[in-house]
C-alpha cells in the first residue's frame, strides 16, 4: 500500500489526497508535525527526503518527493484509462508538463502568501501576491478562451489532466494568503468544475491561529 507522509493543511500533500481519491486507491498516511513542530526537519525524516519538505510517498520500495513528480507517478502507474497522464499523445503531455511547472509558480507566490499569513513565516507578502496575480490572470485568461472552444480544462481535451489537479489546491486556499479570486471569473468556474468531479474530497482544516513564529 501506498505510504504518503502528510500535513493535512498543505496544499501539496492535499493534491495527492485529492488525486488519490479520484483514482480510487488506499494509501496510508503518516502524519508529520510539520507546525509547530518542524517535524519534517527532523533527522529521521531527513534520512527519507534530504529536501526536508513535503509531501513524499513510498510505494513498493520507491521513495518519491515532489508534488508534481508523484502525480506524474500516480498517474502513469495508476490510471489505466491514460486521461490523467496522456502518455500517448505528445502535445497533451507537453502542455501537461508545462502546466506543472506553472503549478510550482503559484506554489512559489499563493503558498508562499498563505504561510506569511498563517504560519508566520517570513516572506514578502507584497511580492508574493503581486506574483500570484501575475499568474493568475494568465491562468484566468487561458481558461476563458479555452472556454471559448469548448474546453473545461487547463490542457485542451474533454477530460481533466494532472494539470488540473496540480494548479487547484494553491487556487482555492489562496484567500487564506489575501489573494481574492473575485477578479477571476474563468478561474471561479474551473474551480466548480474540479469540485464536481468524481472522487472530490475537501480540504479539511484551517490554519491554526497563534503568536508564536514559526524558526
Known amino acids: 500500500m501506498i505510504k504518503l507522509y502528510d500535513y493535512e493543511l498543505s496544499g501539496n500533500c492535499y493534491k495527492l489526497r485529492l488525486f488519490m ?6 494509501y496510508e498516511s503518516v502524519p508529520i508535525d510539520f507546525y509547530p513542530g518542524r517535524e519534517h526537519k527532523s533527522d529521521w525524516f531527513l534520512r527519507i527526503n534530504p529536501l526536508g519538505q513535503l509531501p513524499v510517498i513510498e510505494d513498493e520500495g520507491l521513495v518519491l518527493r515532489d508534488a508534481q513528480a508523484i502525480l506524474v507517478y500516480l498517474a502513469a502507474r495508476y490510471d489505466t484509462s491514460r486521461q490523467w ?16 511547472s506553472f503549478a510550482d509558480g503559484i506554489t512559489a507566490t499563493a503558498s508562499a502568501a498563505r504561510l506569511h499569513d ?24 487561458h481558461l476563458w478562451f479555452g472556454e471559448q472552444e469548448g474546453c473545461d480544462w487547463i490542457v485542451a481535451g474533454d477530460r481533466p489532466t494532472i494539470a488540473d489537479i496540480a494548479c487547484f489546491p ?46
Not at 497522464?85 to 506543472?100: K, N, T
Not at 474551480?191 to 482544516?205: E, T
Open 170 to 215: 494553491y487556487v482555492i486556499l489562496s484567500e487564506e494568503g489575501g489573494i481574492s479570486r473575485q477578479d477571476y471569473p474563468a478561474i471561479r468556474r474551473w474551480c466548480d468544475r474540479v469540485k464536481r468531479l468524481p472522487g472530490f474530497i475537501v480540504m479539511s482544516g484551517v490554519f491554526p491561529a497563534g503568536p508564536a513564529k514559526a524558526a
Open 85 to 100: 497522464y496522456p502518455v500517448d499523445d505528445p502535445r497533451r503531455l507537453g502542455e501537461v508538463s508545462q502546466w506543472l
Open 118 to 141: 498563517g504560519l508566520f513565516y517570513d516572506r514578502d507578502i507584497e511580492a508574493c501576491r503581486t506574483g500570484a496575480h501575475r499568474l493568475f490572470r494568465i491562468l484566468d485568461d
Open 21 to 26: 481519491s479520484m483514482l480510487g486507491l488506499e
